[in-house]
């Protein structure tokens, strides 16, 4: 069992800055690849980014793409999410997500279904 906990949403002004991070239970987190969903209310759930299990891939969803970047440090148990420029549109619920992986690495993993563990969520709030 995998125990993650978000952490460093809150309000912000139009075209500030955030950093997210996740704290993660375990000693196996290396093995697993990461991920930042966010939720907006009236709105399915959708992928902000994902990370693999060494750092070394990212994926981003087109509309933060330059703006946001996700890192890991597996000495924490920790992911982080570096958002830039927000603006309405950040403002979500965003969730943590873990997905044990054996593969090579080589393919992401975009729709919610396919992880294993979510945490509970945190608010960021973006005012104009």
């Known amino acids: 069992q995998v125990q993650l906990v978000e952490s460093g949403g809150g309000l912000v002004q139009t075209g500030g800055s955030l950093r997210l991070s996740c704290a993660a239970s375990?000693?196996?987190?290396?093995?697993?690849?990461m991920a930042w969903f966010r939720q907006a209310p009236g709105k399915e759930r959708e992928i902000v980014a994902t990370?693999?299990?060494?750092?070394?891939?990212?994926f981003y969803a087109a509309s933060v793409k330059g703006r946001t970047t996700i890192s890991r440090d597996n000495a924490k148990n920790t992911i982080y999410l570096r958002m830039n420029s927000l603006n309405s549109e950040g403002t979500s619920v965003y969730y943590c997500?873990?997905?044990?992986?054996?593969?090579?690495?080589?393919?992401?993993?975009?729709?919610?279904?396919?992880?294993?563990?979510w945490g509970q969520g945190t608010q960021v709030t973006v005012s104009s």
């Open positions: 997500a873990a997905k044990y992986d054996e593969s090579a690495g080589k393919s992401f993993y975009l729709r919610g279904h396919q992880y294993d563990y």
């Open positions: 375990g000693r196996t987190f290396s093995n697993y690849t």
């Open positions: 990370i693999s299990r060494r750092g070394g891939s990212t």
